[in-house]
């Protein structure tokens, strides 16, 4: 980019030491107006150097001001369907709106279909998202067979049951809801304290059904672009239809479903609209095949109770913390594979453990395992239990649940 024109030729001056005065004088008078145009060529240059560095001046000042309302003004997120010739044919998340919007040619080399763009109001692309930007990527967890069984749960026999009902019939013996003339539950729902068995839960069932788990925090789906949430719903869904059967499962779903606040902020529309996507991919359920949806809670209190109307999360579970014999199990399955004195009476251990959660259960026994590794033993005794107790007793704040992480 080069603007600055050509300088003037220098003038020069030949005086010859043979020249009359006369001459001397005419060829200094005819310097004079050369250089004198040379500096009126100048000064004119200088000028409008002047004036387009006032102009530059002033496009920068535009461009800080853009930048700066950028910053601050939020963008959509939109994907690239077509390169026209001179043009590209966007589609807005949440609404699903179709657009052709213009681009510079520097940016229409970089595009793709399919590249995710941000777009502001006039829907002039402002950004590329690159792969990492890419919240569909790092928000899902997939896994084609779930290491969990029936059997790695302790004390739950009864919740366990009732999944197997709602969740791993429908996959496996649909003809009995169909000889029945009843609909399976449309999702389950899951709810009681953090560690309690939630989620091995979720993925026993598909270990039993070899079905396709795939786990999406409800965090994740509150995201900081408009519609990102409902685009990441409806990729999940996919995903499942792609991999079926599936047992889609969402932690945490309180972070998109909770009873609406006062505040009625954009955030907490765009929240409600990603919850509203979930509601209507559940809703066409029926043609989906074999995916099955189960979400958990923390927070049952502060679910909006529109989730839990029929067709919807219509099975409710509680998942309890464990009773003293849920705790013996759950020792026994987590101290499975350590090697324990042959005294070590769990049964006594789950007694001193009221209100311990499985992972705390769990936590528990290898912290025991530290102190006899620490006392250079390679059994584990009922001391290093009381030890390891004991400590997480002093770390414990009163009136709160014991946490180990
Ligand atoms: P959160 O609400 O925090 O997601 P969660 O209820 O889904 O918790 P899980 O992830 O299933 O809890 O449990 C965490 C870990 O705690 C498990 O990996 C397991 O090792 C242990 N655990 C929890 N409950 C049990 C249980 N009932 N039997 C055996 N182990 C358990």
């Known amino acids: 980019m080069s603007h600055s024109p050509s300088l003037p030729d220098r003038p020069t001056l030949d005086l010859d030491p043979d020249m009359s005065e006369e001459e001397r004088l005419a060829a200094l008078r005819e310097h004079f107006i050369d250089v004198s145009q040379v500096h009126d060529e100048l000064a ?178 509150v995201q900081k672009f408009i519609g990102e949430g409902a685009r990441l719903v409806r990729d999940l869904f996919e995903l499942a239809a792609e991999r079926e059967p599936a047992i889609i499962f969402i932690d945490e779903i309180d972070a998109i479903a909770s009873k609406r606040t006062e505040s009625k902020t954009s955030g907490d529309a765009e929240v409600q609209r990603t919850m509203m996507q979930l509601l209507s991919e559940m809703d066409g359920f029926d043609q989906r095949g074999d995916i099955s949806i189960i979400a958990a809670t923390n927070r049952f209190d502060m679910l909006d109770r529109a989730i839990l109307r029929p067709g919807r999360f219509d099975r409710l579970i509680e998942v309890p913390e464990p009773d003293i014999e849920g705790r013996e199990r759950i020792l026994e399955i987590h101290t499975r594979k350590m090697n324990l004195a042959p005294e070590l009476d769990l049964g006594a251990i789950a007694e001193d453990t009221e209100g311990f959660t499985g992972a705390e259960l769990e936590s528990l026994a290898t912290e025991s395992g530290m102190f006899a590794i620490r006392d250079g033993r390679t059994e584990v005794t009922e001391t290093d239990f009381e030890d390891a107790l004991e400590k997480v007793s002093r770390e414990e704040s009163p009136g709160k649940p014991i946490a180990f992480y």
């Open 44 to 221: 004119d240059q200088l000028e409008d150097a002047r004036s387009r560095q006032s102009d530059l001046r002033e496009e920068v000042s535009d461009l800080q001001e853009e930048n700066e309302a950028l910053k601050t003004s939020s963008l959509y997120i939109a994907t690239v369907e077509e390169l026209t010739d001179d043009q590209v044919l966007l589609k807005q998340h949440g609404n699903n709106q179709e657009v052709l919007t213009d681009v510079s040619p520097r940016l229409y080399q970089k595009l793709q279909a399919g590249d995710r763009v941000a777009i502001n109001d006039s829907f002039a692309i402002q950004t590329v998202l690159d792969q990492e930007t890419d919240a569909r990527a790092q928000a899902m967890e997939i896994s084609e067979k779930p290491e969990v069984r029936y059997e790695d749960i302790g004390g739950l026999e009864e919740q366990i049951q009732e999944v197997r009902e709602a969740v791993e019939d429908p996959l496996t013996n649909p003809e009995k809801f169909q000889q029945v003339g009843i609909e399976p539950p449309s999702g389950v729902l899951l709810y009681g304290p953090p560690g309690t068995g939630k989620t091995m839960m979720a993925k026993a069932v598909a270990n039993q059904t070899d079905a396709t788990f795939i786990k999406m925090a409800g965090s994740e789906l």
